[in-house]
């Protein structure tokens, strides 16, 4: 199957953070992979900005050794490499100074999509709205994209959102969250909306509970002191697990547009019951053999960061009354997955003589890795001996049911980009919906604080606390096992 490429319009994309390292190992290989496709018209132009001097040709060798680090082998060839490089310039620019900022004014051409990417520390997004607006770049028609994370509590999220709609309204603001850029995340959406055959199931009458897993095997890293003042909550739940709650739970938009499904998800945060103190898990990753544990990596050995968390949520709506949501992510686990299961209820009452047995319909949605779906079913077990059942899995995994086209999924970043360019912002996050996030999330983050809350230590290479485990045990369920 030939997927059908629609270039996008000519365009001018300011990466501000353009020497970074978001932008070497995203953005300039997104944007590379879609010139390769064909959608970058040949008058697009992106211009690097950041604090550091470069002339083009030095700009254009970092973004050569970006895309060749970092784009596949395979996809690299040199004719593409070459026009890609062409389209590059760069200019020198302080966020919080005035350098910079008239010459960077000299490379937007008239009569042609004008994007800002902040890909820059989120203190910097106010002093950049700022000097757009100042320096004359912040017409009606431009658009800005802003990285996680968007503020760090609910008065931050809320102090940020006013700073940017001083300049830019919220149709020009593009909040990134790029797990929803990820193919299989919209194909949930087509294969919810799409068909006859699951809506009418998906709701607490059929749904036994739901699961998402995101797992890291990494530890926090270098990025530990960062990551000791945000924590597994605000590094992943209120953002991507969120999202995706909202893409699961939601309820069926009028159209595919963007307000109807930011709408829609909306409901669902709101909607979201506060959590049991004893519905939260919390844990840190141990040392093991050389690698030293969750406060050593942060700095702190007094710190009460969760590396891990686990949560049990309600979602009060005619829907989802009585179908518990487990959410769980963590750094150091078992392996790096991310997926959601929906797990059917069994069969009413069982005509086969297999008392005790349970056959769930299980519907996986993989994010990563081998983006995909899987449909468990329950069959006859072949051959003869009776009616014995079995479960096996429908796997729709697109890379065998869409031939050697449908593996040439495209990276979450370059979907998001175009999208961009294209002025679509259903896969963005609005300003309400993060605000909702974080004012559910915040009396969560004080509740366990003001218990002196300590996390559950946990093995590296484990699944997490024996506590998250005994969470969904005391409901008479368990989790699916952590594998690649
Ligand atoms: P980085 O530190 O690698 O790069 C920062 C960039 O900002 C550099 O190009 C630097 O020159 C520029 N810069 C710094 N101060 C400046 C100033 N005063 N004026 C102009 N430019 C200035 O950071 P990064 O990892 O690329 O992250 C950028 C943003 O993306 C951050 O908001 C981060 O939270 C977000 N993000 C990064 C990743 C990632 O994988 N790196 C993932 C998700 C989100």
Known sequence: MVARIIPVDPFDLVIFGGTGDLARRKIYPGLYQRMKAGQMPAEARIVGAARSEHD??????IVRDALIEFVPEKDIDSETLEAFLACLSYEAVDARGDAGW???KGHI???????FYFSVAPSLFGDLAERLHTYGMAGDGCRIVVEKPFGHDLASAKELNATLEKHFSEEQIYR???????????????????????????????????????AETVGVGGRGEYYDRSGAMRDMVQ???MQLLCLIAMEPPSRFGSDEVRDEKLKVI????PVQPHHIIRGQYEAKGDEPDFREDAGDPRSRTESFIALRLAISNWRWAGTPFYLRTGKKLKARTSEIAVVFKDAPHSIFDETGKSHRNILTIRLQPNEGMELCVT????????????DVPLDMTFADALGPDGADIPEAYERLIMDVIRGNQTLFMRGDEVEAAWAWTDPLIAGWEARNDVPKPYEPGS????????????DGRKWREIKA
Do not use: C
């Not at 606390?465 to 969470?471: F, I, K, N, R």
């Open 56 to 61: 083009d040709e030095e700009f254009r060798g």
């Open 102 to 104: 008239e010459e960077l």
């Open 109 to 115: 051409r008239d009569g042609v999509v004008h994007a």
């Open 176 to 214: 990134i969250d790029h797990y929803l850029g990820k193919e299989t995340v919209q194909n949930l959406m087509a294969v919810r909306f799409g068909n006859v055959l699951f809506e009418p199931l998906w709701n607490a009458q059929y749904v036994d509970h739901i699961q998402i897993t995101v």
């Open 239 to 241: 953002n991507h697990l």
């Open 270 to 273: 709101r909607a979201l019951e």
């Open 379 to 390: 069959i006859k077990e072949p051959g003869p001996g009776g009616m014995r059942l079995v």
């Open 463 to 474: 699944s997490g606390p024996e506590d998250a485990l005994m969470l969904m045990h005391r």
